[in-house]
């Protein structure tokens, strides 16, 4: 069964610095996607960024970018400037027929 | 107006009572899901319906039943709910189109308490 690895459960930065939050994951298959949501105290679930594997690139939007790397099975999420409101839970996520979460990591931002 | 929806939004119930979840959503998705959300744990599969005529279980199914009424209808029901079953329970929905992106899109979740 697929797996998905966040190694971090609680991770800190400076507003206006760069943080980078760890995703690992396990699987056999060569096609599938990738995704980080994340969880404001709302608890909405939003979507930050996705990725499709057979993509070399590196996702991004806007603040947000991802290093995908598809041997080492990795998939990281920058968060350039960080802003207050970015301060949430944001989990990995990893589809192929169902979607498998990471168990988060928190992230705060200090002013 | 959101686009999908859950009620209630929150429940206390106690053990051994029936208690049902409720999905609705406008997007006109043909794929809904129903994960619940535990702390140190993310989220977790339930049950899952790729159209109104197919539900399959998910990574947690035990404990817990489905019914896919419409399209855009799809409730959870715990048919004698039990303490361990308190969580944030959420449901979603996906397109199979030739969009093809995979991605879901989350209800405001239930927050389910079982005494």
């Known amino acids: 069964a697929q797996t998905v690895t966040q190694s971090q459960p609680e991770m800190s930065v400076q507003e206006a610095e760069t943080v980078t939050l760890s995703c690992t994951y396990d699987?056999?298959?060569?096609?599938?996607?990738l995704f980080w949501y994340k969880q404001p105290p709302s608890r909405q679930m939003i979507l930050v960024i996705r990725?499709?594997?057979?993509?070399?690139q590196n996702a991004t939007e806007n603040r947000f970018s991802v290093n995908f790397q598809k041997a080492a099975k990795s998939f990281s999420l920058k968060i350039s400037d960080s802003q207050l409101g970015d301060a949430a839970m944001y989990f990995c996520a990893y589809y192929n027929n169902d979607m498998r979460f990471g168990a988060g990591t928190r992230l705060t931002v200090k002013p | 107006d959101a686009d999908v929806t859950q009620t209630p939004r929150n429940r206390i119930t106690k053990t051994g009572k029936r208690i049902m979840l409720e999905c609705s959503q406008t997007k006109g998705h043909d794929r809904m899901y129903w994960y619940r959300q535990d702390p140190g744990l993310g989220l977790r599969l339930i049950y899952y319906s790729f159209d109104v005529k197919d539900i399959n279980k998910g990574e947690i199914s035990d404990g817990y039943s489905v019914s896919r009424q419409a399209q855009a209808k799809f409730s959870l029901s715990l048919e004698s709910a039990i303490p361990n079953q308190t969580a944030l329970y959420f449901c979603?929905?996906?397109?199979?189109?030739?969009?093809?992106?995979?991605?879901?899109?989350f209800g405001p979740g239930t927050r389910l308490t079982v005494l």
């Open positions: 699987t056999s298959e060569s096609d599938y996607y």
């Open positions: 979603a929905t996906s397109d199979s189109g030739t969009s093809g992106s995979n991605e879901q899109f």
């Open positions: 990725q499709e594997a057979y993509k070399q």
